[in-house]
């Protein structure tokens, strides 16, 4: 697989949805995900290796709210040629609340605007025309931004403004309380919890604020959602699953190609479930590579159990692990094995354009992020999102257990954790149950050597 053999300005047209102009394609992607650090990083590995495989990319809620991460997504493609790729909406929030605020942790781990707190205008291409005046070179032409008059926004929200100062953001204000202290304010959504609470049920980070201790019903009217905004920024409310154009392009693709289609999420399963349960004949058609869960490794939630993408939202994830989709899932069990160092990303930084300098830029932020958090990432940072993505390309990466799988909904006796991955009893000798492909093992070596060397190669490649 040769990276310097790809083109960099790929994909289909807004219009055309889920298969672009790209009916020629044989084996197209559908990239899902809630766009920040590591899925920035897993959309650079896509475009190193298959830009013309990837058809569009749907943006839901996680690691920010969904409109920031479909903003990421297309700032990035931007960024390394993929203007032509659609940015679809997925859904804004779980199946089981009406809105969505990102948590503390994951400002941690991605920063407040999801990419490293990083402005990407200041990666653009930069150079001077003959006469001297700033320009910019976007989508392959040079634009001239010596007019304020210049508004290019075909392929994105693009302006001269954008790039005329080049220079970043004020620093946003300090967070109100360290990410570590967070599980003090917030609880989990059982389900009973859920049905006590009038409207709206509001999602931080796949938790519910913490109840009052004489477990009184708090205020959820608009004070409520003020208070909310006010601790985690904005709160972003959710619309019909059946009304976001990333869940129809999903239903749509599966019609169209079947399994020669793979849809990875590297964000909650949502939309995915959407699509299975607004259109249940796509299942048994829908070949899906997953990140998220954790059958052999302790979880990255507060409960130490469950893994974020999961825990986000169990019942979209049980849905989909109970059907009859072909799901491999890459897990905290090897993604836990894959830790990029800092020896690895700084050469990125040296590479001609912006390009590399952005990787560079997002991995330290990663790195330094994963070290402070947990001794165990001392080495390096884990790289969820890539390794599904590389997974997906390259089957062989990864040794697979093949195991029934279920979602824990509730935590309590006789009831589990919720958004723990475990076996289904219920299903177990069941042969012809559907079962989920958990991966096990990887060649981390092999795979650090191909992420890597293609965010290298398209870094190299983008600076000519």
């Not at 007019?147 to 929200?157: C, E, K, L, V």
């Not at 985690?232 to 990333?246: N, Q, R």
């Not at 090897?334 to 990303?345: A, D, G, I, K």
Request: contains cysteine; proline residues 5%; hydrophobic residues 40%.
């Amino acid at each position: 697989m040769d990276p310097q053999n790809q083109t960099g300005d790929t994909g289909g047209t807004a219009e055309a949805g889920a298969a672009g102009d790209s009916q020629d394609i044989t084996a197209p992607i559908i990239l899902d995900a809630d766009t920040g650090t590591d899925d920035a990083l897993a959309i650079g590995l896509l475009m190193a290796y298959a830009p013309e495989r990837l058809v569009s990319v749907v943006a839901t809620y996680g690691n920010v709210i969904q409109s920031v991460a479909q903003q990421n997504a297309r700032d990035v493609l931007n960024l390394l040629g993929g203007s032509k790729i659609p940015v679809l909406d997925g859904c804004r929030c779980p199946s089981w609340a009406e809105g969505f605020a990102a948590d503390k942790a994951c400002a941690h781990f991605h920063g407040d605007n999801g990419i490293a707190d990083l402005n990407i205008d200041d990666y653009a291409r930069m150079e001077t025309t003959a006469g001297g005046t700033a320009s910019v070179l976007y989508n392959g032409a040079v634009y001239d931004f010596s007019s304020n008059n210049i508004d290019f926004t075909a392929a994105g929200t693009v302006s001269a403004g954008m790039f005329g100062e080049n220079q970043k953001e004020a620093k946003k204000k300090q967070r109100q309380a360290s990410w570590q202290d967070e599980a003090l304010s917030v609880q989990s959504a059982q389900p009973d919890v859920c049905a006590k609470l009038s409207s709206p049920i509001i999602s931080i980070g796949g938790y519910l604020p913490k109840q009052p201790v004489d477990n009184s019903v708090p205020q959820r009217g608009r004070n409520a959602l003020g208070a909310l905004a006010d601790e985690y920024g904005k709160v972003e409310m959710g619309i019909m699953p059946g009304d976001t154009a990333g869940v129809k392009a999903i239903i749509d693709g599966v019609r169209q190609w079947g399994k020669n289609l793979t849809v990875i999420s590297t964000g909650p399963l949502t939309d995915i479930a959407a699509a299975i349960a607004l259109a249940p004949d796509i299942a048994p058609q829908l070949r899906l590579v997953m990140m998220g869960g954790a059958l052999t490794q302790q979880g990255n939630c507060f409960d130490m159990v469950s893994e974020t993408n999961i825990m986000q939202d169990p019942e979209s994830a049980n849905l989909v692990l109970r059907s009859q989709a072909d799901v491999t899932m890459i897990g905290l069990d090897v993604t836990h094995r894959c830790l990029l160092p800092s020896e690895l990303t700084e050469p990125w930084s040296q590479i001609d354009g912006g390009v590399g300098r952005f990787f560079a830029d997002l991995a330290s932020f990663m790195i330094k992020a994963n070290k402070e958090a947990d001794p165990a990432f001392s080495v390096g940072a884990p790289m969820h999102d890539p390794l599904a993505v590389a997974a997906a390309l390259d089957p062989t990466l990864v040794q697979t257990l093949d195991i029934a799988l279920r979602v824990d909904l509730a935590t309590g006796d006789r009831q589990g954790v919720r958004g723990r991955t475990i076996g289904d009893m219920t299903r177990l000798n069941d042969p012809t149950a559907s079962c989920t492909h958990v991966a096990i093992a990887v060649d981390s070596m092999r795979f650090l050597n191909m992420f890597t060397g293609g965010i290298s190669a398209l870094s190299q490649r983008l600076a000519k």
